[in-house]
């Protein structure tokens, strides 16, 4: 399996998912710590991928979503965007919106 389609696999076969630097547990970068805040302050259920244990991903999902930066977030088989996207579009109102529109169900804030 090629890496675009190792991406494209796991951005339709999960509704949430999250290319970061660092796991969900440990992010590895102030960005990417900043999604995770928010998707844990949300409560939604995410899927994460550390680009720092693969070269061929950390290049790959950047050639796949056309995209420059990591992090990198994926609902339902669409790229939402980066840091600065979501954490505009959580102040906004906008993300959690977003996800009731999509018929993500958030729990409750963690």
């Known amino acids: 399996m090629s890496i675009e389609q190792f991406i494209e696999n796991e951005v339709k076969s999960n509704d949430v998912v999250l290319f970061m630097k660092g796991t969900p547990q440990f992010p590895q970068c102030g960005f990417s710590g900043q999604v995770v805040q928010i998707l844990d302050h949300i409560g939604v259920g995410y899927k994460g991928h550390n680009v720092l244990e693969s070269p061929e991903l950390r290049d790959g999902i950047k ?17 939402v965007g980066g840091c600065d996207i979501i954490r505009e579009m959580f102040q906004a109102g906008e993300l959690q919106k977003m996800f009731a529109d999509k018929g993500i169900t958030l729990g409750a804030p963690a």
């Open 63 to 79: 050639v796949y979503s056309n995209w420059p930066t990591i992090p990198q977030l994926y609902v339902k088989g669409e790229f």
